[in-house]
């Protein structure tokens, strides 16, 4: 049986942008970065998408290339994102705004298909991501003791 296909997450796409909605979409890739997808090589990190002339590009992510290609290709090339029209026209309509993105958000395999969820978001401040990191800290702290006061003592 082969080993399960990794879904890779872009940990930075929530920490610095509030997302306020999501799109699947398809992602126009060539075999040999289908493999190297597959084996989990993949960098979302700086990536962002872009609606241009009614079609979506998606720049800057990374796709190391396959060890056993024969072709090269730019490891950080664009590739397009394959949306229906009127998702692209939502998007283009969302992107007008002053300070709204199109950032990847995962990328994972879907009946044998590499799909990209894409998501619209405001980039956060810096005082945002302090009440961020601090609301899960307090939540953290809120299961730990609720969690320590249901365990019962063993003498």
């Not at 930075?12 to 509030?18: E, F, I, L, N, T």
């Not at 493999?35 to 998606?58: Q, Y």
């Not at 190391?64 to 397009?80: M, N, Q």
């Not at 405001?122 to 702290?141: F, I, V």
Request: aromatic content about 6%; overall charge positive.
């Amino acid at each position: 049986m082969a080993a399960p296909t990794p879904t890779i997450v872009n940990r930075r796409a929530r920490h610095d942008y509030a997302i306020s909605e999501s799109f699947e979409c398809g992602i126009v890739l060539a075999g040999s970065e289908v493999k190297s997808i597959r084996e989990g090589k993949v960098n979302l990190r700086d990536a962002f998408a872009r609606v241009e002339d009614g079609e979506v590009w998606l720049y800057g992510m990374h796709v190391t290339p396959y060890a056993f290609s024969r072709g090269e290709l730019d490891p950080e090339r664009r590739r397009k994102l394959l949306l229906h029209a009127k998702e692209i026209a939502d998007l283009e309509r969302a992107t007008q705004d002053r300070g709204i993105t199109l950032v990847p958000q995962r990328l994972y395999f879907k009946d044998r298909r590499v799909k990209l969820e894409l998501g619209v978001g405001r980039g956060k401040k810096t005082y945002d991501k302090r009440q961020s990191l601090a609301e899960r800290d307090a939540k953290r702290e809120a299961e730990k003791a609720l969690k320590s006061r249901t365990r019962r003592d063993p003498a």
